[in-house]
């Protein structure tokens, strides 16, 4: 299973955003889906996730601004991303739970200016 990320760039704060994650290859059970980000020198941290029964979660720093939308039948995961702040900036990184495993996408990079 192969993830693709797309829709990252460069955004004025309090903008918006939307990435996409499509995912390719062999047939799979979706279990869930999840947004991740890694800022210069941080640790990888989780934006939220949404399982294929449509329970959400989402990091206390995004809640209420990012939305993550799975299109199941087209395989594919969004992240809305609204009211951005610099702080917000990262590589984001998309990751499908299925039944041949976890998989992670190569990343897309966000970048947020003042």
């Known amino acids: 299973v192969r993830l693709v990320e797309s829709g990252g760039g460069f955004v004025q704060a309090g903008g918006s955003l939307r990435l996409s994650c499509e995912a390719s290859?062999?047939?799979?059970?979706?279990?869930?889906m999840a947004w991740f980000r890694q800022a210069p020198g941080n640790e990888r941290e989780l934006v939220g996730v949404?399982?294929?029964?449509?329970?959400?979660n989402y990091g206390h720093s995004v809640r209420g601004r990012f939305t993550i939308s799975p299109d199941n039948a087209k395989n594919m995961s969004y992240l809305q991303m609204n009211s951005l702040k610099t702080e917000d900036t990262a590589v984001y990184y998309c990751?499908?739970?299925?039944?041949?495993?976890?998989?992670w996408g190569q990343g897309t990079r966000v970048t947020v200016s003042s």
């Open positions: 990751f499908m739970h299925t039944s041949l495993g976890g998989f």
């Open positions: 290859g062999r047939s799979f059970k979706l279990f869930a």
């Open positions: 949404v399982t294929n029964g449509g329970a959400a």
